[in-house]
Nanobody
Framework: QVQLVESEGGLVQAGGSLRLSCAASGRTFSAYTMGWFRQAPGKERDFVAGINWSGGYTYYADSVKGRFTISRDNAKNTVYLQMNSLKPEDTAVYYC??????????????????WGQGTQVTVSS
């Protein structure tokens, strides 16, 4: 069992930056693929970024590539999402998630076993 707790999001102007963190409970954090998803009002929950167990492989949705960076610190049981050059269309509730699937890319919500409670990120124009 893994419990995930995201940091507080916030309100930021377009072009600004924000870093989200997600702290995990349990001693097996390093065994999980970690991901960030987001969900805007009235829309489905979409994949944003993923990272493998060691942190050596990362992958991103095209919409955030070059602007967002996912990283993890297994010693601190924490995964991060650094968001730069934010746009109004990045406004959403952001969720971190943990997956037992060890394959290279884990993109589907169905493949993730544990979810955080979500944190609101609002980007004003």
């Amino acid at each position: 069992q893994v419990q995930l707790v995201e940091s507080e999001g916030g309100l930021v102007q377009a072009g600004g930056s924000l870093r989200l963190s997600c702290a995990a409970s349990g001693r097996t954090f390093s065994a999980y693929t970690m991901g960030w998803f987001r969900q805007a009002p009235g829309k489905e929950r979409d994949f944003v970024a993923g990272i493998n167990w060691s942190g050596g492989y990362t992958y991103y949705a095209d919409s955030v590539k070059g602007r967002f960076t996912i990283s993890r610190d297994n010693a601190k049981n924490t995964v991060y999402l650094q968001m730069n050059s934010l746009k109004p269309e990045d406004t959403a509730v952001y969720y971190c998630a943990a997956s037992k699937v060890p394959t290279t890319k884990v993109l589907s919500t169905a493949a993730y076993d544990y979810w955080g409670q979500g944190t609101q990120v609002t980007v004003s124009s």
